[in-house]
């Protein structure tokens, strides 16, 4: 979306839409469950446990970094990844907010 058409939108919608095209990618819902499973931090482990080049999985931790979603931090050569659960709690937040209009819809309601 270019810079003029993100202006007709509050910041919570803005939020949600960068926040969806994230999590629209495969890989960065497994590295996300992946860390969520685990309770330490990663670092080389992503790359035999999905499959993927290591190039790959640091375009994907990068983005995923660059949202807040994931904290790194650098250990000697390597760089340690885990969730930001604090960060995780306010999307929680922000997409329960969307989703609750459809919630609270009775089956009575009846669509066009």
Not at 21 to 50: D, F, M, W, Y
Request: net charge negative; with cysteine; aromatic share 6%.
């Amino acid at each position: 979306m270019g810079v003029t058409k993100t202006a007709l939108f509050d910041v919570e919608q803005n939020e949600l839409a960068v926040l969806a095209k994230a999590l629209a990618h495969p890989a960065r819902i497994a590295i996300l469950q992946h860390l969520a499973a685990t309770t330490s931090c990663i670092n080389g482990t992503l790359v035999q446990e999905l499959g993927l080049a290591q190039a790959t999985i640091s375009q994907h931790l990068r983005k995923l970094k660059e949202l807040g979603l994931i904290c790194g931090s650098i250990e000697g050569t390597s760089v340690n990844y885990c969730l930001d659960r604090k960060r995780w709690e306010e999307v929680r937040l922000l997409f329960q907010d969307f989703f609750a209009p459809l919630a609270d819809n009775s089956e009575d309601t009846l669509c066009c």
